[in-house]
C-alpha cells in the first residue's frame, strides 16, 4: 500500500532527485526550471551525504549538486521549508563558498565552473510587482544598460506560497512545482499524465517509503524539523509573554484596575496578583 510521504522533507526531495537511478527526473526538472534541453547522462551528482546523527540537525544542509561538465556548469538545488530570517545573504554565501571552493592551486580562473542555485522556498520571499510571478531568476548587471557583469552567478528562487495563489495552467514548471508542493487526487493525476517523469518520481516515491533506512532517515529530518518548529513557537510565546507582563507592569504604574489591564493584556486578573 502506497504511504503517502512530504516531499518538501528535504531528505525525500534529494532522495527523489539526487540519486544515481532518478538522474533523468533530476534533468526533466532542471530542464524545465532553466528552460534548457538537459539530458541524464550530461550530470554527475556530486556526494553531499549526512551521516545519520547528523540528519535530525535542522541546521545541517541536505542539497543536491551535480555537475554539468560539458557546459563548463555546477549546480546546487535545494528545498526550503521555512524562512528563518536572511535567506538572501545565506543563498550568496553558499554560493560563493561554492564558487571558491572549485578553484585548485595552479588553476586560472577560467577553469571556474558556472555556478547555478535553485532554491524551491515554501515561503515568500520577495514582494514583486506582478502578483502572478513566483519565479525570480537573478545574476549580475549594470544597472543602466542592463549590461552583464559575468554569465559565473545565477539564481533561481521557486516560491510555492505564490504559486498556491493563482490559477492552474499547469504549464511543465507548475506540475512540477505543484507535484512538490503535495498536490493530491485527480489533478496530481493530471499532472503526472501530462508531465510522465512525474510519474516516474512517484514510483521512485513507493520504493523511498518501503525502505527501511530509508524511512528511519526520513523521519529523523521529519523529528528535526518538529523540533525545531516547536522551539521557535515556544520562544515566541515566552516573548509574547514576557511583553504582556511589561505592559501590564507600566499600567500598574499609571494605577490603571486589574480588570482593565487584564482586557488590554489577556493576563488573568491571578496572573496579574502576582505581579504587584
Given amino acids: 500500500m502506497y504511504t503517502k510521504i512530504n516531499r518538501k522533507n528535504d531528505y525525500a526531495f534529494k532522495r527523489?532527485?539526487?540519486?544515481?537511478?532518478?538522474?533523468?527526473?533530476?534533468?526533466?526538472?532542471?530542464?524545465?526550471?532553466?528552460n534548457v534541453p538537459i539530458e541524464a547522462d550530461e550530470l554527475t551528482l556530486i556526494p553531499t551525504e549526512l551521516s545519520p546523527e547528523y540528519v535530525g540537525d535542522k541546521s545541517s544542509i541536505l542539497d543536491i549538486q551535480v555537475r554539468r561538465s560539458e557546459f563548463h556548469e555546477k549546480m546546487n538545488i535545494e528545498?526550503?521549508?521555512?524562512?528563518?530570517?536572511?535567506?538572501?545573504?545565506?543563498?550568496?554565501?553558499?554560493?560563493c563558498r561554492n564558487f571558491a571552493g572549485e578553484l585548485k592551486a595552479?588553476?586560472?580562473y577560467s577553469e571556474l565552473p558556472r555556478q547555478i542555485s535553485i532554491v524551491i522556498a515554501d515561503f515568500d520571499v520577495f514582494n514583486w510587482r506582478d502578483s502572478k510571478k513566483f519565479h525570480g531568476i537573478f545574476d549580475v548587471r549594470d544597472r543602466d544598460e542592463g549590461l552583464l557583469f559575468s554569465d559565473a552567478l545565477e539564481i533561481h528562487v521557486l516560491e510555492l506560497p505564490k504559486l498556491r495563489k493563482q490559477p492552474l495552467r499547469l504549464n511543465a514548471l507548475e506540475c512540477w512545482l505543484l507535484y512538490l508542493d503535495n498536490m493530491e487526487g485527480e489533478i496530481m493525476e493530471q499532472i503526472a499524465d501530462q508531465e510522465p517523469m512525474i510519474r516516474r518520481a512517484m514510483t521512485i516515491e513507493e520504493a523511498f517509503m518501503k525502505s527501511e533506512h530509508d524511512r528511519y532517515m526520513y523521519e529523523l529530518r521529519e523529528r528535526g524539523r518538529r523540533d525545531f518548529d516547536n522551539a521557535i513557537s515556544t520562544a515566541e510565546k515566552r516573548g509574547v509573554a514576557k511583553r504582556d507582563m511589561e505592559v501590564a507592569r507600566a499600567m500598574f504604574a499609571k494605577s490603571m484596575s486589574l480588570e482593565l489591564i487584564a482586557e488590554i493584556t489577556g493576563l488573568s486578573l491571578e496572573e496579574l496578583k502576582k505581579l504587584r
Avoid: P, T
Avoid at 527523489?16 to 532553466?34: C, N, P, Q, T, Y
Avoid at 526550503?80 to 553558499?94: A, T, V
Fill in 79 to 95: 528545498m526550503q521549508r521555512s524562512d528563518e530570517g536572511n535567506i538572501e545573504r545565506r543563498i550568496l554565501h553558499y554560493f
Fill in 16 to 34: 527523489i532527485f539526487g540519486h544515481e537511478d532518478s538522474k533523468d527526473v533530476l534533468a526533466r526538472f532542471l530542464s524545465v526550471v532553466l
Fill in 106 to 108: 595552479g588553476q586560472d
